[in-house]
T-cell receptor
């Protein structure tokens, strides 16, 4: 079974720009969660999408948004980029049902650098 | 508040020595707990889940609700165990994993 894929793998943007990251979950998984990983803050939850609806949201400003499509693929958008948004953005997918439904499988991440 | 604490940023042991990576959690309710591992230049991957009570790559972890701990143990460390280890909990019926800050395990030859 193919794993979680994320595109692009690397991005360089300048302050004020916006960016869109993409995540394709494991086939059959309906939940996609997004995380930000930085050396200082570690892994922090951004939001979760399930059946095209945002189900949970972390403590990030409204500049961070996302959506999910009917095929469970998800996109994350960050507008008005700031230097502090430089991070590795990870997405993870899960079934969200069944005994092991909460296990999340991670993609390789998108490395965003804001100059 | 929901929180996961891994008190050690770095744990360095010699090959063949026992390993214990500590994890304490704070959660009102019954959490699901996991250990994730990230080897150099690889993606984050699930190592153990507490509901399975299994042993993976020689690692085990027991949930102690009284001490709110979920420590990861291995009796004999191998060099290939060197990696970053994250303890995480998931609040019931959400897609939100709460991670500890991670512990780097360094196994010296």
């Amino acid at each position: 079974k193919a794993g979680v894929t994320q595109t692009p793998r690397y991005l360089i943007k300048t302050r004020g720009q916006q960016v869109t990251l993409s995540c394709s979950p494991i086939s059959g998984h309906r939940s996609v969660s997004w995380y930000q990983q930085t050396p200082g803050q570690g892994l922090q939850f951004l939001f979760e999408y399930f059946s095209e609806t945002q189900r949970n949201k972390g403590n990030f400003p409204g500049r961070f948004s996302g959506r999910q499509f009917s095929n469970s693929r998800s996109e994350m958008n960050v507008s008005t980029l700031e230097l502090g948004d430089s991070a590795l953005y990870l997405c993870a997918s899960s079934f969200r049902s069944g005994r092991f439904g909460n296990e999340q499988f991670f993609g390789p991440g998108t490395r965003l650098t804001v100059l | 508040a929901q929180r996961v604490t891994q008190p050690e940023k770095l744990l360095s042991v010699f090959k063949g020595a026992p390993v214990e990576l500590k994890c304490n959690y704070s959660y009102s309710g019954s959490p699901e707990l996991f250990w994730y591992v990230q080897y150099s230049r690889q993606r984050l991957q699930l190592l153990l889940r507490h509901i399975s009570r299994e042993s993976i790559k020689g690692f085990t972890a027991d949930l102690n609700k009284g001490e709110t701990s979920f420590h990861l143990k291995k009796p004999f460390a191998q060099e290939e165990d060197s990696a970053m280890y994250y303890c995480a909990l998931i609040a019931s019926n959400t897609g939100k994993l709460i991670f500890g800050q991670g512990t780097t395990l360094q196994v010296k030859p």
